[in-house]
């Protein structure tokens, strides 16, 4: 079974669009994440989310927003696509409390033409 | 502004030698230390985390941390062919904290 997943793997979709990006985890984990890794392979974190606070990196545009239905999925919605936004989006989870690993899914691979 | 700092390589190294991957950070308020590799088009996967000053060595990989330096590091012994990947060190504060990545060192060795 996969421990975190996301859909789709590739994403092809025109400037100005509004697009989602699925995931789920079934460890159980309390915390959920979204990174960016951009051409250069920069890997940055977006938002953490769990049932108690959403931490956003600054940095991030208005445009994106985690939505949570339920504590095993952390969906990114994207609004007014644009070129900059082409990237690897990963998402992660993990237990907080715990120094253990962040599990990354295996990446959606976003292109905006 | 929370920085991790990395050589970006490309780092080469002969089969069955030692690798070592250096590692800086700005913000002393990380509590834990990661290791990632990530080979190319695949997502990172964790290597060694650690959160203690000293060394912690897991089969052929150590990391080492000293956090008055805010350095950490890792070496890789009886490097492999297959350890050729870019290797990201990653710091996080605590509670529900995201990781600030660096930048990866590319490491490529060589038969």
């Known amino acids: 079974d996969t421990a975190v997943s996301q859909t789709p793997k590739y994403l092809v979709t025109q400037m100005g669009n509004d697009k989602s990006i699925k995931c789920e985890q079934n460890?159980?984990?309390?915390?959920m994440y979204w990174y960016k890794q951009d051409s250069k392979k920069f890997l940055k974190i977006m938002f953490s989310?769990?049932?108690?606070?959403?931490?956003i990196n600054e940095t991030v545009p208005n445009r994106f927003s985690p939505k949570s239905p339920d504590k095993a999925h952390l969906n990114l919605h994207i609004n007014s696509l644009e070129l900059g936004d082409s990237a690897v989006y990963f998402c992660?989870?993990?237990?907080?409390?715990?120094?253990?690993?962040?599990?990354f899914g295996p990446g959606t691979r976003l292109t905006v033409t | 502004q929370k920085e991790v700092e990395q050589n970006s390589g490309p780092l080469s190294v002969p089969e069955g030698a030692i690798a070592s991957l250096n590692c800086t950070y700005s913000?002393?308020?990380?509590?834990?230390f990661f290791w990632y590799r990530q080979y190319s088009g695949k997502s990172p996967e964790l290597i060694m985390f650690?959160?203690?000053?000293g060394d912690k060595e897991d089969g052929r990989f150590t990391a080492q941390l000293n956090k008055a330096s805010q350095y950490v590091s890792l070496l890789i012994r009886d490097s492999q062919p297959s350890d050729s990947a870019t290797y990201l060190c990653?710091?996080?504060?605590?509670?529900?904290?995201?990781?600030?990545f660096g930048k990866g060192t590319h490491l490529i060795i060589q038969p």
């Open positions: 650690i959160y203690s000053n």
């Open positions: 990653a710091v996080r504060r605590g509670g529900a904290d995201g990781l600030t």
């Open positions: 913000d002393r308020g990380s509590q834990s």
């Open positions: 460890l159980g984990h309390d915390t």
């Open positions: 992660a989870s993990s237990q907080v409390g715990q120094v253990v690993e962040q599990y």
């Open positions: 989310y769990n049932n108690k606070e959403l931490i």
